[in-house]
């Protein structure tokens, strides 16, 4: 065959499957360009700030001028009690809190507020020490009295790479329910229309989500050897880590296989799946705190079970701190997991019914 024939075979395949094609040409870097709209600045100015009386004398006026101070470089959120905040800051609602003193507006007054933040938060680390600074000057200057600004670091102290461990599970663990899962049932898919005559669809594939949500283990217990390799203490093989990551891998393999489904085995849905993947991974807040570089991405993360997914898989490993405090962020990843096993049973009907 010569050129020509050889370029006139290709444009056929590109007619054929021309949805694949736009959507790996087309919608796939329109969408990859698109997300970048959400990083909006690369010094953070919407990260949430936990502000909370210092004791009872404490007045409402005073927690009002220093949220109005806050508020310059960060988004306020008002707290009632250290303890309460202190929990915000261990459930990643706050990356920072300010502890607010009496006797501002006395002048000459020596105040001092606490600044408290989590050394778990590795990538924050640098930036909270210039918010701390940045509210140094801002209350220095808007205050009569003699401010005295304290930072005190609460947690263990972690390095980047203990750090990325458990971020680097969730994301295997998106890509392992989002793109491995649906990438080998739609393999087998001769062999299901043949099991539909003895089994149910939504068995065969309720055992499948079953055998596969168990061999993350694999991963998980390989994760915890070379963290301990590595000489890390993180409780990758806590009963908390497992609830959190196979949750997770149910989550995502139902909304994967609800894809492939819906769109009828089609290669074009694997694409489909790996273009969600790419967004959950971005949009997510999976490494940088929420409001890090806009609102709208933070607005974004905070409505998607993926970033509570993070948030309690992060703590579970690397914060002293109870499951129960995550309580209401992991039954938001099973609600969303028994949703997508509902779109899931919906989309099975719609194969059925187009086969």
């Not at 933040?117 to 590795?122: A, E, H, L, N, S």
């Not at 969600?276 to 609102?295: H, N, R, T, W």
């Amino acid at each position: 065959m010569d050129v020509r024939a050889l370029l006139r075979k290709e444009a056929l395949t590109v007619r054929r499957n021309a949805g694949l094609f736009v959507v790996v040409l087309v919608l796939l870097p329109a969408m990859l360009t698109g997300v970048t709209g959400v990083y909006e600045r690369s010094i953070p100015e919407d990260v949430p700030v936990g502000v909370v009386p210092a004791d009872d004398n404490t007045s409402e006026t005073e927690l009002a001028v220093t949220r109005t101070g806050v508020d310059s470089f960060a988004t306020p959120v008002a707290y009632d009690t250290r303890a309460a905040a202190r929990d915000g800051l261990a459930r990643e609602e706050v990356y920072l809190v300010v502890a607010v003193p009496p006797d501002l507006g006395t002048e000459g007054a020596d105040v001092e507020f606490t600044v408290v933040t989590d050394r778990t938060m590795v990538p924050f680390e640098e930036p909270a020490n210039l918010s701390v600074a940045a509210l140094d000057r801002r209350l220095d200057d808007a205050l009569v009295s003699d401010v005295t600004v304290t930072h005190d670091r609460i947690g263990d102290q972690r390095v980047l790479t203990a750090y990325l461990i458990p971020v680097c599970l969730v994301a295997f663990v998106l890509v392992y329910g989002l793109v491995f899962v649906p990438y080998q049932v739609r393999s087998e898919r001769l062999v299901l229309d043949r099991l539909q005559t003895t089994s149910r669809l939504e068995t065969v594939l309720a055992t499948k989500i079953a055998f596969y949500g168990a061999l993350t283990i694999v991963p998980i217990a390989v994760a915890a050897l070379v963290a301990s390799w590595m000489g890390f203490d993180i409780a990758t093989l806590s009963v908390f880590s497992f609830v959190s990551l196979i949750l997770t891998f149910v989550l995502v393999a139902a909304v994967g296989l609800t894809v492939l489904f819906a769109m009828r085995l089609r290669r074009l849905a694997l694409f489909a799946n790996v273009g969600l993947l790419f967004a959950l991974l971005s949009l997510s807040a999976v490494v940088y705190p929420v409001g890090f570089f806009s609102p709208t991405r933070k607005a974004i993360a905070r409505t998607l079970p993926t970033h509570y997914a993070t948030v309690t898989t992060r703590s579970a490993m690397l914060r002293d701190a109870p499951m129960a405090l995550y309580a209401d962020y992991l039954l938001w990843v099973a609600g969303a997991a028994v949703l997508a096993l509902g779109g899931l049973v919906l989309a099975l009907g719609y194969y059925r019914r187009r086969q």
